[in-house]
């Protein structure tokens, strides 16, 4: 999806292009998700205000997309790789997962399998430094080169 020499940051920038997703919606209380066409609306806790902006870096550094199926491998792929239970947000993880296990068993499965060997950036602050460091270092940092 995103190539190893870009920089996380201007990474992120693509990635807000093409989904249409801005950072300022990460702050928002009410988060809107959309499934296919329909739009949902729900309260945007604070554990999942936290949670969502690596969320996010999560589906640039595994190139996994934001349609249903790629939520759910996402999702999985962070339980895999050590996600640690934060509030509600642990809530949505493991509807992301579930959802992808329904639509795509293999996939999210596969990708489960692929967090066991690899880490993920929960804990981490997106610094300037962070931001800064090529898609390449951070996947071979957290194992997924």
Do not use: C
Not at 11 to 16: I, L, P, S, V, Y
Not at 38 to 48: A, D, G, T
């Amino acid at each position: 999806m995103f190539a190893d020499s870009l920089t996380l940051a201007r990474a992120r920038r693509e990635f807000f292009v093409l989904t249409g997703f801005r950072e300022s919606d990460y702050s928002n209380l009410i988060a809107k998700f959309k499934v296919g066409p329909f739009p949902l609306y729900f309260y945007n806790f604070k554990s999942r205000r936290d949670a969502v902006a690596i969320h996010e870096v999560h589906h640039i550094l595994t190139g996994y997309d934001t349609s249903l199926i790629g939520e759910g491998q996402v999702s999985a792929w962070e339980l895999g790789s050590g996600f640690k239970p934060t509030g509600l947000a642990t809530t949505y993880i493991l509807l992301g997962a579930a959802t992808g296990l329904i639509l795509d068993r293999k996939k999210t499965w596969a990708a489960f399998r692929r967090g066991l060997r690899s880490r993920n950036l929960y804990g981490q602050t997106l610094t300037p430094k962070v931001l800064l460091k090529t898609l390449g270092q951070l996947r071979r940092e957290y194992g997924l080169a």
